[in-house]
């Protein structure tokens, strides 16, 4: 933006105002363009799973099977609004920075003062700024002094001071000593400021494009279901591919080899998959809830299970956000006294340092009333950067505070002690103030410079925005999890540095923003590669988005938290952004991922077991959805190979009567299964490492799948056999044998529901045995499997059911046999456990 200077003492003419509010736009920051819900929908329809699907159901539809093509496309949609309804979310970064913007300015035009929207003001407007006013614009001082709480824009907590007499040198903008910006809030003071940036082009407005212009990428659990997703898509097809000519060879007509086709494709298919994981991430989401943790992105849950480096604010995250004197030297009645004299705040308002003041002063035996203060005060002299003290005349006396060099020099006497224990408090990286007193010879009030000379100093006080308590714990917790925790904030090194020390941070090195800004990008990269915690002190919005990005580039996991405007971008780059719900801003919060309802730094150690928990679940359901694709793909092998001297054993809607009835009750039980011990005893998990291992495939299809399938096979070819079945002999409608076939379909697929429920009870630990976590311990799981049993009951025994999914009435010898069945399976991985602690000779290793 490119600024003519015509502004007058008297402001801009209101014609001028409106020719420019023409000119440059109003002072609203742009909207970023809203996403179509129609694209995230048809993402859902287009997923490998999906593309598998509707594979399924085009063959169906070809090789005349129009009820499973119907079936099939049931399945789609279901799967595809379920998971459409539960990740849809809108991002309102930029609208919340609109937000944050006041609505009313007051200024000078057509030489009145006058208030008006701030969206019309316009650059070269003079602003008109007061103790308690939100920023409306930058603006560029020209008359006036005033503090300014600039912790929105860079997370410093104590206000800056903006002078209109001072040089405007500052490398950054934000360091300026003459300049305000728009979001921020003036603590005390007045002036008057030129604008010179309005919408866009303020630092908000910078901010709010880079928030734009960050790309949010798939969650680790995103990527991994995608992966597993084609896997079973690269499987499903190669196997329809590969065995579609078999069973041409083994002698099947076209028509029956395509329907083997179609059930190999539906067998390998679980179409459960997606909506269990989705509901699964839900149940995570709502019990993150209860630990004070909004999840805005289901993924999220797990993703924050996965950190491996966390990057933390200091201001409001580490801290309360609340100035309080640490400690006074020396501790005296005549300190408490002279510090409420010559206070500026009230019970309810006032700069977060002269309440902490007043508070320490009331603690420590003072005076409370301030009322009976202020009416007894005679003269303030306000803070003056060049003098850098203020001091009151009250009835009683003449009292002083400021920053040590500048009344201590104004002191008589030694005062040697009193700057050393200033310079010590300084060095912990406290603010440090240094009370004198002095006493009034007359009612008179004496000129400043006779009032603020031949002082007699009384103490010196050291303020800091403290630690919460409960953080220290936290940090130590997330520590033995095996994660870094590195401290990213606006503030200054020795104050970062202090707090950080206190609640257990490393903080091995101090390293400045702008040092960073000038690093290359080797450089930072093996920075951030050492072992130890590092403070990042006075970090811009682009230096924490750099910090980001290089741990994201080793293969860390970030979750970086934060609160303020200055912290959106690196929250929406970050893998996973945690903002505070309580003190932070509008901005923060729809910029991040998760957000903590109670600012509690805690609460992000609990959410970091909560994701572990859940992808540990995750696993557990995966596992048991995947055992039972051995025994729904064998009887197609069977039949394939057989040559049609075997009939199909199982029918496709039964599959999906499994996979979509059967399965989905027990699968979500098991993301109900509390962690496991010494889950964050655990090093993080790798970025690399998949939602599935061979360990896993192992489990599933070498073990429990194939003893599954050799067990369902017993029992068809055990019933068919029993009702005097010979290899070829025909089982279709009207032939002798049809009814004795549809019991053996029956028993193979009640067979793999049996099967089903060892398999849920063997998937609820991944080394522990069954007996050491309790049997009815998992009531969710039980009610699932007594689910399971009915529904199953309900399809074999019902004969509306039995009609559309070709099953029959099971006689007792065959219920008698698939008892055991459970027992069997979930008996085969519980050896395989055992064998494994005995191995290993622990009860759980990474």
């Given at each position: 933006m490119t600024l003519t200077v015509s502004s007058t003492p008297a402001g801009l003419s209101t014609r001028e105002a409106q020719r420019r509010l023409q000119q440059y736009g109003p002072n609203a920051l742009p909207q970023r363009s809203t996403r179509r819900w129609w694209r995230d929908l048809v993402?859902?329809?287009?997923?490998?799973?999906?593309?598998?699907?509707?594979?399924?159901?085009?063959?169906?539809?070809?090789?005349?099977?129009?009820?499973?093509?119907?079936?099939?496309?049931?399945?789609?949609?279901?799967?595809?609004?379920?998971?459409?309804?539960?990740?849809?979310?809108?991002?309102?970064?930029?609208?919340?920075?609109?937000?944050?913007?006041?609505?009313?300015?007051?200024?000078?035009?057509?030489?009145?003062?006058?208030?008006?929207?701030?969206?019309?003001?316009?650059?070269?407007?003079?602003?008109?700024?007061?103790?308690?006013?939100?920023?409306?614009?930058?603006?560029?001082?020209?008359?006036?002094?005033?503090?300014?709480?600039?912790?929105?824009?860079?997370?410093?907590?104590?206000?800056?001071?903006?002078?209109?007499?001072?040089?405007?040198?500052?490398?950054?903008?934000?360091?300026?000593?003459?300049?305000?910006?728009?979001?921020?809030?003036?603590?005390?003071?007045?002036?008057?400021?030129?604008?010179?940036?309005?919408?866009?082009?303020?630092?908000?407005?910078?901010?709010?494009?880079?928030?734009?212009?960050?790309?949010?990428?798939?969650?680790?659990?995103?990527?991994?279901?995608?992966?597993?997703?084609?896997?079973?898509?690269?499987?499903?097809?190669?196997?329809?591919?590969?065995?579609?000519?078999?069973?041409?060879?083994?002698?099947?007509?076209?028509?029956?080899?395509?329907?083997?086709?179609?059930?190999?494709?539906?067998?390998?298919?679980?179409?459960?998959?997606?909506?269990?994981?989705?509901?699964?991430?839900?149940?995570?989401?709502?019990?993150?809830?209860?630990?004070?943790?909004?999840?805005?992105?289901?993924?999220?849950?797990?993703?924050?299970?996965?950190?491996?480096?966390?990057?933390?604010?200091?201001?409001?995250?580490?801290?309360?956000?609340?100035?309080?004197?640490?400690?006074?030297?020396?501790?005296?009645?005549?300190?408490?006294?002279?510090?409420?004299?010559?206070?500026?705040?009230?019970?309810?308002?006032?700069?977060?340092?002269?309440?902490?003041?007043?508070?320490?002063?009331?603690?420590?035996g003072a005076q409370s009333d301030v009322a009976i203060r202020d009416r007894e005060r005679l003269a303030l002299n306000r803070f003056d950067p060049r003098r850098k003290m203020m001091s009151t005349v009250d009835i009683n006396g003449i009292h002083v505070k400021g920053a040590p060099e500048a009344v201590l020099s104004r002191c008589v006497g030694d005062v040697s002690a009193l700057r050393r224990h200033a310079e010590e408090l300084e060095s912990r990286g406290l603010r440090v103030l240094a009370v004198a007193t002095k006493p009034l010879s007359s009612r008179d009030v004496p000129p400043q410079q006779d009032a603020e000379s031949g002082l007699t100093a009384v103490g010196v006080v050291g303020l800091l925005d403290p630690p919460r308590p409960e953080v220290a714990a936290a940090v130590e917790a997330v520590h033995a999890a095996g994660i870094k925790v590195h401290v990213v904030t606006g503030d200054n090194g020795h104050t970062a540095a202090e707090i950080a020390r206190q609640v257990g941070i490393g903080a091995d090195r101090v390293v400045d923003g702008l040092v960073v800004d000038r690093m290359p990008e080797d450089q930072l990269d093996r920075l951030l590669a050492d072992q130890g915690e590092i403070v990042f002190a006075r970090s811009t919005p682009e230096t924490k988005l750099r910090i980001a990005d290089a741990l994201r580039h080793k293969g860390e996991v970030v979750a970086m938290t934060g609160d303020g405007v200055n912290d959106a971008p690196a929250l929406r780059r970050a893998d996973i952004g945690v903002a505070m719900g309580a003190a932070g801003t509008d901005v923060a919060r729809e910029a991040a991922t998760l957000v903590l309802t109670d600012d509690n730094f805690a609460t992000i150690a609990a959410g970091i077991e909560e994701g572990r928990r859940v992808f540990d679940n995750v696993r557990k359901f995966i596992l048991y959805i995947f055992v039972h694709a051995i025994p729904e793909v064998l009887p197609f092998l069977v039949f394939a190979l057989a040559g049609g001297l075997v009939p199909l054993p199982l029918g496709v809607l039964q599959i999906l009567a499994i996979d979509l009835g059967t399965d989905t009750l027990p699968a979500l039980a098991l993301s109900r299964e509390p962690a496991e011990p010494g889950l964050m005893t655990l090093p993080p998990r790798s970025r690399r490492e998949g939602v599935i291992t061979k360990h896993l495939l192992w489990r599933a299809w070498g073990l429990m799948g194939l003893t599954a399938g050799i067990l369902v096979l017993l029992a068809f070819f055990t019933v068919l056999l029993a009702g005097g079945w010979h290899p070829g002999d025909p089982v279709g409608v009207g032939a002798p044998l049809h009814q004795v076939y549809l019991e053996a379909t029956t028993a193979t697929f009640a067979g793999i529901v049996a099967c089903q429920v060892g398999t849920a009870f063997a998937a609820r630990t991944e080394w522990a045995s069954l007996w050491s976590i309790g049997v009815t311990t998992n009531r969710a799981l039980l009610v699932g499997i007594a689910f399971e049993l009915a529904f199953t009951a309900a399809l074999v025994y019902a004969p509306p059911l039995q009609a559309v999914f070709g099953t029959a009435a099971l006689p007792p010898w065959v219920l008698l046999m698939l008892v055991p069945f459970p027992v069997v399976v979930w008996g085969v991985d519980e050896l395989n456990r055992w064998r494994r602690r005995r191995r290993s000779g622990q009860v759980r290793t990474t």
């Open positions: 993402k859902q329809f287009t997923h490998p799973l999906a593309l598998l699907l509707w594979m399924a159901a085009a063959l169906s539809a070809a090789s005349g099977s129009t009820e499973l093509a119907i079936a099939i496309l049931v399945v789609i949609v279901l799967n595809a609004l379920l998971a459409f309804v539960q990740e849809q979310q809108a991002e309102h970064a930029v609208e919340a920075l609109g937000r944050y913007l006041p609505q009313h300015a007051w200024v000078l035009r057509d030489g009145h003062r006058q208030q008006v929207l701030a969206i019309d003001l316009v650059p070269d407007d003079v602003l008109l700024i007061e103790e308690g006013d939100r920023v409306s614009a930058d603006a560029r001082l020209v008359e006036g002094v005033v503090e300014v709480d600039n912790s929105a824009l860079t997370g410093e907590s104590a206000p800056v001071l903006r002078d209109a007499s001072s040089a405007d040198d500052a490398e950054h903008p934000l360091d300026s000593p003459v300049r305000v910006f728009s979001g921020t809030v003036c603590t005390e003071g007045s002036a008057k400021a030129l604008v010179v940036g309005t919408g866009a082009h303020t630092e908000l407005g910078r901010i709010a494009a880079l928030s734009q212009r960050v790309h949010v990428d798939e969650s680790p659990l995103e990527r991994q279901v995608r992966r597993v997703a084609w896997l079973i898509a690269i499987v499903a097809v190669g196997a329809g591919v590969a065995f579609l000519p078999l069973g041409l060879v083994a002698g099947l007509s076209l028509g029956a080899a395509l329907l083997f086709a179609i059930g190999l494709l539906v067998a390998n298919v679980p179409e459960g998959l997606l909506p269990t994981i989705t509901l699964a991430l839900a149940v995570g989401v709502r019990s993150m809830a209860r630990r004070g943790a909004v999840v805005k992105r289901l993924s999220a849950v797990e993703t924050l299970g996965s950190t491996t480096v966390i990057c933390t604010d200091k201001t409001g995250t580490l801290t309360a956000n609340s100035m309080h004197v640490v400690e006074a030297r020396p501790e005296s009645p005549a300190l408490a006294d002279a510090l409420f004299r010559c206070g500026t705040a009230d019970d309810t308002t006032g700069d977060p340092t002269e309440v902490a003041l007043l508070r320490y002063a009331r603690e420590a």
